[in-house]
């Protein structure tokens, strides 16, 4: 019963996305751990089924933004959900940082986007 329950609901969140434009679409934000040594910051990015390369990275005025969208599993047009714990549609996360520049690289591990923030020094861009 309640897996139908949140099959409609999905539906219906789906339906207004699609069609009426009443309001934003919601979004969520992936848990991340963020790490600073002396020459830089490490953010572990959870995001699993995501594809690295087309996760937006943005450093602007002390803030780190992340931007992507986690696809909807393609099972779900024609089944019943059991159980839905991981988040799927827009995200986005936005963290406090050094006010610094950087130079920005992207890694992956399994599930993982590592954005690795060389700092650069003062003047340099």
Known sequence: MLADA?????RLDEL???GFGISQPMTWE???D????ATELLAYVVLPGVDPASVEVEVTGGTLILRGLR????ELRHASILRLELPWGKFERRVLIP???YKISRETAPGCL???LTKLPEGSQ
Request: positive net charge; glycine residues 4%.
């Open 30 to 32: 992936p848990p991340l």
């Open 114 to 116: 590592i954005l690795r």
């Open 99 to 101: 006010d610094v520049p």
């Open 16 to 18: 207004r996305r699609l």
């Open 71 to 74: 696809p909807r599993p393609a």
């Open 6 to 10: 949140l099959h409609r609901l999905g």
């Open 34 to 37: 963020l790490i600073e040594t």
